[in-house]
């Protein structure tokens, strides 16, 4: 059996019985913040090292300055013009209700959550891919927000040190610092930090301290009501049918296994993702695998593969049918991630 969180679009991934687990991926009532509201809570501030970020001044007319991944970055008030790069970076400012801050954004993985549509249209979208520097600097930003260190590179946004020459400051997600260790697990506390970071900096710090009760309590909640899954091994497949690629000790679906109560089959793996063997597949025998669906590599394609491939059809989660379905787009640090910490544990739920 297999279940999914709704992927749009892909009508034919629920051709073998799929059974969707969440309507949609929600962020329970402070989406309709991004129109306007707010909550509260805030996670403890954290040290600064070359892989983490500074506490910002919450304060909406003061110039700040932080270090964000090792990089120095200062502001003199609360941006006015921001373009993001990658999706889930575009839509933390979504849901904080800062589209009106936005002058540009770019590459999606996955179409934008329901429940911000409306606002995303709002925004220009500079290309379905990374824009050039040419293209970024014509919208005249005041800060570049990424999620992916990929962002920064010269043949894109430009590197952060350039455009601070250009006095453009920059922010890239504290998950995804290259000077993060590989062996260092991710916590989705460090998910909750940046919104409060990127709150603080564009002076919403109160939009941000309710996005992060809000996610707490979707997530808590979800927890007290499914069963104990600390024995369940599962694997997270991203992509790859010769090697497969999957998620293991130390990134984002690190994290959501970790998060749901679930033990990670290939934890003892450094860093986030890694290219295994299908003899190691075999060998751990995982009780569940987590499809990861993109339009590169599909839910489908991959769950087509396994069951085809002489001795991997003999797992015991290709037996069973024992699959839950996760789309890409909810793996990258973000807003997303408790919902497919809650995708998880109620697929789970599910599976039993």
């Not at 075999?282 to 987590?290: C, G, L, N, S, T």
Request: glycine share 6%; net charge negative; with cysteine.
């Amino acid at each position: 059996m297999t279940v999914s969180t709704h992927v749009p679009h892909r009508s034919r991934l629920h051709r073998r019985r799929f059974v969707p687990v969440l309507a949609c991926l929600t962020l329970g009532g402070v989406l309709l913040a991004a129109c306007g509201s707010d909550d509260d809570t805030t996670t403890e501030q954290r040290e600064s090292d070359d892989s983490t970020t500074t506490p910002l001044a919450d304060t909406a007319n003061e110039s700040t300055s932080s270090t964000n991944c090792g990089i120095e970055v200062s502001i003199e008030a609360p941006p006015e013009r921001t373009v993001t790069m990658n999706q889930a970076a575009t839509e933390v400012m979504l849901a904080l209700g800062l589209q009106d801050r936005m002058v540009g954004t770019a590459y999606l993985d996955d179409e934008i959550l329901p429940e911000l549509a409306e606002v995303y249209a709002e925004v220009p979208v500079l290309s379905d891919r990374y824009p050039s520097s040419e293209t970024v600097l014509d919208t005249e930003p005041d800060l570049i927000y990424a999620s992916y260190p990929s962002a920064f590179q010269p043949e894109n946004a430009g590197e952060r040190a350039d455009l601070a020459e250009l006095g453009i400051a920059t922010y890239l997600s504290p998950a995804a610092c290259p000077g993060r260790s590989d062996d260092e697990p991710l916590d989705i506390e460090a998910v909750w930090q940046e919104i409060e970071e990127i709150g603080a900096r564009f002076g919403v710090a109160d939009a941000a301290d309710d996005l992060v009760a809000a996610q707490r309590a979707e997530l808590q909640e979800a927890l007290d009501v499914t069963a104990d899954h600390s024995s369940t091994t599962v694997m997270w497949w991203d992509n790859s049918t010769d090697a497969p690629s999957v998620g293991v000790c130390c990134g984002a679906p690190g994290m959501i296994m970790d998060a749901a109560g679930v033990r990670n089959a290939f934890a003892d793996e450094a860093g986030s993702w890694a290219a295994v063997s299908w003899e190691q597949v075999v060998e751990r025998d995982p009780d569940v695998i987590v499809l990861v669906d993109s339009d590169w590599s599909t839910a489908e394609d991959k769950r087509s593969a396994i069951e085809s491939t002489p001795a991997v059809d003999g797992l015991r989660a290709v037996r069973n049918e024992q699959y839950v379905v996760i789309p890409f787009s909810a793996t990258t640090p973000g807003i997303r991630n408790v919902s497919a910490v809650v995708a998880l544990a109620e697929g789970l739920e599910v599976l039993r």
